[in-house]
């Protein structure tokens, strides 16, 4: 294989092919995509709950997962041959809430051009009867929102790349990066050396480690764990065609997954970059607030568990953009839990800045690394 490329990308998951595609909509093909294990979006990208919901207490996030929404709803012509969202809705629920705070997200989602209301008690217990209704007084309800299809998305992106010329690398581990007159060069990896203008940090839990190799600023984007688990629902419900509920008061969502429920508990838990495994005290734990909001749905055996990593920035917005300190080292970092959300425009505003230097998808600075300033940690 050649050693030399203009893009080098680190990381196959969502956020590097995202990347690889949208260079190829901008023209570059000349783009090599490393990816450590032996298949694409084996972490993060690979373990999510799926999940469309544009609403986020963030507003730069909330931006990034409305315009991420769009795309997800409407791809490019031959980009899927499946749909990328099925739009069974998304369910919030609230406790003793001011009733004008939820009517005014709505409001704000309205203006964004997503549909959103308030649902009262009964609505909510009506859409799915398990829940206690003396557990909640109402809910956002996203009827737009809902299930991606995280297959047909990844591999949409890595097809019309490699159509498109770039050259995709799996079982490729980055062990140095090569700096040159102060500029990153290129990256020593198990499969050899390779050369380019951009490397391009797409690593997801292991992006820190990537930009310690580059001696990049030491932006502090931690790994934090997110647990799921799939069970069976009682007989008597059918529950396929349920929105995801969500409550914070309970720290936990629910939402139909093959034929039955899967659960998470919204836990966090930072920890350094591995191959997470779920803890069976976090489970147990949940199971105990799922029997206070919907005691029917607990169920006797569960099916699978698993658990993933969700990388956080200290801001919790992500990082996008050249690093101020090793240039040529580019940050497409710290998207957390809505990476696959919002890879649609976070994608596009990476190649962008890689082609142009600037954008006008977005407020760009808002991404950049440089806003940790000098020496942050």
């Given at each position: 294989m050649r050693s030399h490329f203009e893009v080098i990308i680190v990381g196959g998951g969502i956020a590097g092919a995202s990347l690889a595609y949208f260079l190829g909509e901008r023209g570059v093909a000349d783009v090599l995509l490393l990816e450590r294990e032996t298949q694409p979006g084996y972490h993060a990208s690979g373990r999510s709950a799926a999940l469309l919901?544009?609403?986020?207490?963030?507003?730069?996030?909330?931006?990034?997962?409305?315009?991420?929404?769009?795309?997800?709803?409407?791809?490019?012509?031959?980009?899927?041959?499946?749909?990328?969202?099925?739009?069974?809705?998304?369910?919030?629920?609230?406790?003793?809430?001011?009733?004008?705070?939820?009517?005014?997200?709505?409001?704000?989602?309205?203006?964004?051009?997503?549909?959103?209301?308030?649902?009262?008690?009964?609505?909510?217990?009506?859409?799915?009867?398990?829940?206690?209704?003396?557990?909640?007084?109402?809910?956002?309800?996203?009827?737009?929102?809902?299930?991606?299809?995280?297959?047909?998305?990844?591999?949409?992106?890595?097809?019309?790349?490699?159509?498109?010329?770039?050259?995709?690398?799996?079982?490729?581990?980055?062990?140095?990066?090569?700096?040159?007159?102060?500029?990153?060069?290129?990256?020593?990896?198990?499969?050899?050396?390779?050369?380019?203008?951009?490397?391009?940090?797409?690593?997801?839990?292991?992006?820190?480690?990537?930009?310690?190799?580059?001696?990049?600023?030491?932006?502090?984007?931690v790994p934090h764990r997110r647990t799921i688990v799939t069970f069976a629902p009682p007989a008597d419900l059918r529950v396929d065609r349920w929105p995801l509920v969500e409550s914070d008061a309970h720290s936990l969502y629910f939402a139909p997954e093959s034929g039955g429920l899967l659960l998470s508990p919204m836990d966090e838990e930072a920890m350094e970059p591995c191959d997470a495994h779920p803890a069976e005290e976090v489970i147990a734990a949940v199971m105990e607030r799922l029997a206070v909001l919907a005691p029917r749905l607990v169920p006797r055996a569960i099916r699978h568990r698993w658990a993933g990593l969700r990388t956080f920035a200290p801001d919790r917005v992500p990082v996008v953009g050249e690093d101020p300190r090793r240039p040529g080292f580019f940050w497409l970092a710290g998207q957390g839990g809505f990476g696959i959300e919002s890879s649609g425009i976070i994608g596009a505003i990476a190649a962008d800045l890689i082609v142009d230097g600037k954008t006008a998808r977005f407020d760009a600075s808002a991404l950049a690394p440089g806003r940790f300033g000098e020496g942050h940690q």
């Open positions: 919901c544009e609403i986020d207490p963030i507003p730069l996030v909330q931006q990034l997962k409305v315009l991420g929404g769009a795309f997800l709803r409407r791809p490019p012509a031959g980009f899927s041959d499946t749909p990328l969202l099925d739009p069974t809705g998304i369910m919030l629920l609230f406790q003793g809430a001011d009733g004008r705070a939820p009517q005014g997200i709505a409001a704000t989602m309205e203006r964004m051009g997503v549909r959103a209301e308030v649902l009262e008690r009964a609505a909510v217990v009506e859409r799915v009867p398990p829940l206690e209704a003396k557990e909640l007084d109402g809910a956002l309800w996203l009827p737009d929102d809902g299930h991606i299809d995280v297959h047909a998305l990844l591999w949409g992106y890595l097809r019309h790349a490699k159509r498109r010329g770039a050259v995709q690398q799996f079982g490729a581990e980055v062990l140095g990066v090569r700096v040159e007159g102060g500029r990153c060069v290129g990256v020593e990896t198990n499969a050899g050396t390779f050369h380019g203008r951009w490397v391009v940090d797409a690593a997801g839990a292991w992006a820190g480690k990537v930009a310690a190799l580059a001696q990049a600023s030491p932006i502090a984007v």
